[in-house]
C-alpha cells in the first residue's frame, strides 16, 4: 500500500487527497449559500449536507494526518529555496482542514443544537455554552482562510504543471 514514489503518491494518499478535495469545494460552496440567502439550488441542495460532510471532513483529516505520520517522510524534499514556504503551506491547510470542523462542532454545541450527522446525534441539543460559541465564531474567518489557501494550492500546483514543467502535479494524477 505504501508505494510512495519520486513520480507519485501512493494509492491511499491520493484517495485521500482528492476525496477531502471534493468535500471541501463542496462545503466551501457554503459561502454562495449568503447570496440571496440561500434561495438558489446550492442552498437548496448542497448546504443541508454542512454539517455531515463537515463532521466526515473531520474524521478524514485526523485518519490523513494518521496515515501520513506513519508513512514517515517518503516523498523528495522541496527545493531548499522555497522548503519553507512549502511546508508552512502544507501547515496551514491542515491546521485549517482540522479547525474548519472544530470550530463548526463549537458553532453548534455553543448554541445549543447538539451535533447530527448522517441522520445520527453524535452531540445531544442543551444549553448554549457561551465560550463554545464564541471559539465558534472563528469558523468563518477560517473558512475565508481555507479559500485562500486552497486557491493558492490550486495556482502552485498548476504553476508547477505549466511554468516549471516539473511533475509536481503528475504525483498526485
Known amino acids: 500500500m505504501n508505494n ?50 463537515g ?23 522541496p527545493d531548499p529555496a522555497t522548503a519553507f514556504l512549502v511546508k508552512t503551506g502544507h501547515f496551514l491547510l491542515y491546521a485549517t482542514m482540522f479547525l474548519m470542523p472544530i470550530t463548526g462542532i463549537l458553532v453548534m454545541v455553543g448554541g445549543g443544537y447538539g451535533l447530527n450527522a448522517f441522520g445520527m446525534q453524535l452531540i445531544a441539543k442543551g444549553e448554549e455554552v457561551s465560550w463554545a460559541a464564541s471559539l465558534g465564531s472563528l469558523h468563518s474567518p477560517i473558512a475565508w482562510l481555507l479559500l485562500v489557501l486552497v486557491l493558492g494550492h490550486i495556482a502552485i500546483a498548476l504553476f508547477h504543471h505549466f511554468v516549471k514543467r516539473d511533475d509536481t502535479l503528475q504525483r498526485m494524477l
Not at 463532521?55 to 524534499?77: A, H, Y
Open 55 to 77: 463532521t466526515l471532513l473531520l474524521l478524514l483529516i485526523v485518519l490523513r494526518t494518521c496515515w501520513k505520520i506513519s508513512r514517515g517522510n517518503q516523498i523528495p524534499q
Open 4 to 53: 510512495d514514489s519520486p513520480t507519485r503518491y501512493d494509492s491511499i494518499s491520493r484517495l485521500f487527497h482528492w476525496l477531502m478535495a471534493l468535500l471541501i469545494i463542496w462545503q466551501l460552496l457554503k459561502i454562495g449559500d449568503r447570496i440571496a440567502d440561500g434561495e438558489h439550488w446550492i442552498g437548496q441542495t448542497l448546504v443541508p449536507w454542512h454539517i455531515s460532510i
